[in-house]
């Protein structure tokens, strides 16, 4: 698991390539300064250790306790220095910022003529590639330029100059107000997650609406249709609304595809997007699609223009793994699915500096799953409890909760009767500690706890009795979501007809052809 709580700079340090790290010995050599020496010595101890070590860099002698924080804050700022200074030049934004520089410099000197110049050239390739927020910056920064550099069109100016301000305002201010929407409704999410009744989806639509109804998305351009989509989105899920996470993905990731510089430009967003998109065909089932989406989200990030930094790099294995192994699940293809595993772990430890925790225990969870769908159980209990022993995870309960009915299920499996039920008290408490327990959870509790006290030859009429209770939960819009964590009528099926749960859920995929 990653240690999330490292020294800033030596983790800066270790996520440093090859040439980055040439790069910046050879920009520190051209610094002379009286501390040259010793920052460099600093970067080249910190390069050799495995971990951050503060006794190992005393040790040097040449560093003294005394130094070592203001030498540390230094070479942090130059290893920054370095590595801008080498930004790939394909980079839009970069380069957008690094005019805005150059007509800085200008200005400072009085070239007023050439600093507008440049200003005028930069703003055109912003608009280009919808930076309106940068394009604001520069038509403020022109009309300062203006207002010293009198010229005989300078009313004409003037008044085009206003027009641009006023139109770039109104467009930031419309992607401000939208991407504050999305923001809120993700907290939302958050902190009471998805409805969980009437008066719930209620308040929720009440909002919502409230904040988006003065918004009219055929005058939208790019920015604004983005956010636009990302709040309905981010609404539909909150209330369960799945079909309509589908409709808002989907305009999400078309609307990238049908301006393809913005999937260069805007890589996180479009990665994003398109993990909703799988995301939201998992929780309706459609296999056939979800291999589509799958197929070309893979496809745009192996091109070879797609954009590589390490963010995106840990975000494209996030979400491309994630769902790798969710369309295995989708289709019941658990032994098919096993290979990936090894790969999966061997990725998660390489961006491991890059995932947070709930991710590393999402995946988890999955191969959890996986490993279920195969009655391998004790591999299963193994990932499981990387679950449950996690002091930390606050930020999906829902995780957490359905790790441990899992965990149940898997002792049930393996005959564990004395460990089940203490599991069952312990689960018990953990859900009313959790303020989570609904109706299919104390279902599943409660057939759980009352299996050891019925006789052998009516456990099965006890499967057939709670699999028509299961299927008639799964009709309630507030605990269908449950059985995307755990198909727990497969497995009830699977004990009726003594039949593996991986051959049950394969058959149910090969019937839907949707």
């Known amino acids: 698991m990653a240690n999330h709580q490292k020294d800033f700079l030596f983790v800066l340090i270790k996520s440093l390539s090859k040439s980055e790290k040439r790069q910046f010995k050879i920009f ?62 394909q980079n839009m934004r970069y380069q957008l910022r690094e005019q805005i520089d150059f007509a ?52 004409g100016r003037a008044d085009e100059l206003a027009v641009q301000a006023k139109e770039l305002n109104y467009r930031n201010t419309i992607s401000s107000k939208l991407s504050n929407l999305s923001l ?16 719930e989806y209620q308040n929720i639509d009440d909002y919502f609406n409230r904040h988006i109804a003065k918004f009219d998305e055929n005058k939208f351009g790019f920015r604004e249709k983005y956010w636009y989509y990302n709040a309905n989105l981010w609404r539909s899920f909150l209330v369960q609304d799945f079909l309509s996470c589908y409709k808002f993905a989907h305009k999400w990731v078309t609307l990238f595809y049908d301006n393809p510089s ?23 089932k459609y296999k056939t699609n979800f291999k589509k989406y799958l197929g070309q989200l893979e496809e745009t990030i192996h091109d070879p223009k797609f954009p590589v930094n390490d963010n995106i790099a840990s975000l494209s294995f996030l979400y491309l793994y994630n769902n790798k192994l969710n369309y295995h699940i989708l289709e019941g293809s658990f032994a098919e699915s096993e290979y990936l595993i090894p790969e999966v772990l061997y990725k998660m430890n390489q961006h491991s500096e890059h995932l947070d925790e709930h991710h590393e225990m999402l995946f988890y969870y999955k191969i959890a799953c996986i490993y279920f769908g195969n009655e391998k159980y004790t591999d299963s209990l193994f990932y499981l409890e990387k679950i449950i022993n996690n002091k930390n995870l606050t930020m999906r309960e829902d995780l957490m ?30 859900l009313l ?56 009528i497969s497995w009830l099926e699977s004990k009726i007809e003594n039949r593996k749960i991986g051959d049950i859920i394969r058959e149910k995929a090969q019937l839907s052809n949707r």
């Open 104 to 155: 800085t410099i200008l200005y400072n000197k009085g070239l007023y003529k050439q600093s507008l110049k440049i200003l005028d050239k930069t703003k055109q390739q912003a608009l280009e590639n919808d930076e309106k927020h940068m394009a604001y910056e520069i038509v403020e920064f022109e009309k300062l330029i203006e207002s010293q550099y009198i010229t005989r069109s300078i009313q």
């Open 401 to 430: 909760c359905f790790a441990r009915l899992l965990y149940l299920i898997l002792h049930y499996e393996l005959g564990n009767d004395y460990y089940l039920e203490n599991q069952l008290k312990s689960t018990y408490k953990f």
């Open 262 to 284: 913005m999937i260069y430009l805007n890589p996180v967003f479009f990665l994003k997007g398109n993990h909703y998109l799988l995301e939201s065909l998992f929780m309706l």
């Open 184 to 199: 809120q409704l993700y907290g939302i999410m958050l902190k009471t997650g998805y409805v969980k009744s009437d008066e």
């Open 433 to 488: 500690k959790m303020n989570d327990l609904n109706e299919v959870q104390k279902e599943i509790i409660r057939f759980l706890k009352n299996l050891n006290s019925i006789y052998p030859g009516d456990i099965k009429k006890e499967f057939i009795k709670m699999k028509e209770r299961f299927i008639e939960l799964e009709k309630n819009t507030y605990e269908k979501r449950a059985f995307l964590y755990l198909d727990i």
């Open 28 to 89: 520190a050599s051209r610094l002379e300064t009286s501390s040259n020496t010793k920052f460099i010595e600093l970067f080249n101890i910190l390069d050799k250790s495995e971990f951050y070590d503060e006794k190992l860099i005393l040790k040097s002698g040449s560093i003294k306790k005394v130094q070592l924080s203001n030498l540390k804050s230094y070479l942090y700022k130059q290893i920054l220095v370095s590595i801008r200074l080498n930004i790939p030049s």
